[in-house]
């Protein structure tokens, strides 16, 4: 349940901003698996990247959005050991990038 949350929050915002294309790529790794989500918006400037967690942030009034969601999705990744970054694109937009840490079974 949670990480179905946790990707609609960043698919949601992937969507809000990108001009034509999201791209979602999954890569397991030995340790962890990696999830990115990168969309071909405007992007941030990379000074703004670390207030973009921050609860209600908003870069743009005019599009829709509380500026909880980034705030509530990296909260959900931290509860399971994983980390969330924001890092800016290839040329152009935002990549959302999710480490999700493989679990030792009990």
Not at 63 to 77: C, E, K, P, V, Y
Not at 89 to 96: D, F, H, K, M, P
Request: net charge negative; glycine share 12%; charged share 15%.
């Amino acid at each position: 349940m949670d990480l179905s949350e946790l990707l609609s929050i960043l698919l949601d915002n992937a969507g809000k901003w990108a001009q034509s294309t999201i791209t979602l790529r999954l890569a397991p790794g030995a340790q962890e698996t990696i999830l990115t989500i990168a969309d071909d918006g405007p992007g941030l400037a990379p000074d703004l990247i670390p207030r973009a967690f921050a609860i209600g942030t908003r870069f743009d009034p005019a599009t829709s959005g509380s500026g909880l969601g980034l705030a509530i999705a990296r909260d959900i990744a931290l509860s399971y050991g994983a980390t969330l970054d924001l890092l800016p694109g290839q040329g152009r937009g935002l990549i959302a990038r999710l480490a999700l840490p493989h679990q030792n079974p009990a």
